[in-house]
């Protein structure tokens, strides 16, 4: 097995297929957002790979799948216990690969990660069939698992956000093939070798290291496959649609937004504005970020002094060093595509408010606030995902909810108001799956999480990851069905 210390962790760097390591003889590099230094050299799957781990899935289904509901939760669980375990380890080394602040990513990230495990576990002991009397019938609906499911996970979170998709798919019953972002795919090799301490048979977690158009392409193209869960971009979410669709394989997606964040005149300024500030945490690499903000005129001018005031408290730095609030980007090619915006924003005749620029030196970019010409402009219609927001205002609600819902995301908005019949209206008229009052993040697990528009396709969180990841059945008995 070829491994290769980061930040004084020693990583797995092959791929994990039916419970051992397998190399490839390609590799791919991973670079270090920090000092573009080589952190290592990962394995490279390709077609033989993706086939050699969906025949490990579909090997280990059968063993995975029919453990009792009580046994696979106390494994999932044990999961949860040895990830808070290595916090420290999982936490150093995902800073190191994709540039997260460290204590953010220790104290919320990895924490998240176990409670991902725990929250579907639970959810699974908890579960009752819906059964029902009707037309003589005794109804049962039972959740089948599917079968191999494969998880193909996004760069910008990847422990927490992978684990919040591998969680659902292997508490229902599924073996699962996990392909990680080639950005950042380092601490999915810690993940897999908690498993094989935390007792998962061999196969029912898999991870294939590589080019999301080599392995991650072969993968969902198998037919043995019964599950795609992808969050990503929405053009590999079409490229993956499509072979979900030959195979009839259900599909969700998870593809961004262009998050409202609306400021009406009633709204504590103060905590809007720090809020939006906020909006720039971890480079704006997130993609539930409220990067549209909208600002009743009134109060637009107030809003912004309180904003800048914000902003340029903010820290660019060593995301190890826990005074950092701004991290570089994940890499330059991304830096190259943030800045992109900004330059043709700024040729297009839109106004530049403060940043616009990267930084010498590093792979930080500027905080930065745009006043786009119209509402037409790419820099409001399409998902940066980086630390540029746009600022617009409004005259009235109605001007308000027409901004919102004008992009063709609906991910998420964020209102900020003091009046709970206001936050109700315009709560009600947003297009978005998921809508905060005066509040930003915090979410109960169970409720259902995904987009309207192209941010996505389903609903994951409780019991809506947890059907998706089942075949549902109905069980239908008569009444005097005899012996
Ligand atoms: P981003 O813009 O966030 O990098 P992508 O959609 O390119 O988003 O990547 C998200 C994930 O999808 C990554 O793990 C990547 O390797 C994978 N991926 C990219 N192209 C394909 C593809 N054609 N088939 C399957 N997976 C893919």
Redesign the pocket.
Known sequence: MTRQVVEGVSVPTDHFIGGRWVSSPRRFETRSPIGWELLAEVARGDADTAAAAVGAAVESFAAWSAMSIGDRAGVLHRLADLIEAHTDEIARVETRDMGFLFESMKQRLVARGALNFRTYADLMVGHRNRTWDAKNMWNQVQRQPAGPA?V?????APFMLSTWKLAPALAAGNSVIH?????SPLTAGLLAELTVEAGFPPGAYNVVQ???????????ADPRVRRIS????????R??GQ?AATNIVPFTAE??GKGAFLVFADADLDAAAHRAAWQYDDSGQVCLAGTRLLVAAEVRDEFLTRFHQHADALVLGDPRDPTTDIAPLVHPD?RDRVHGFVERARAAGDVIVRGGRPVTGSLHYEPTLIEPASNLSEVVQREI?GPVLTLQSFADEAEAIALANSTPYGLSAQIWTSSRLRAERVGAAVRAGLVWVNTFLVRDLTAPFGGCGISGIGREGGDYALDFHSDLKTLMILDDSTE
């Open positions: 494969v193909i996970t996004p760069w910008n392909k990680p972002a080639e950005w590589g080019v999301g158009s080599e392995v991650g392409a072969a993968l969902v992808f969050t990503g971009s929405p053009d590999t979410a490229t993956i072979a593809l961004g991304h995902f």
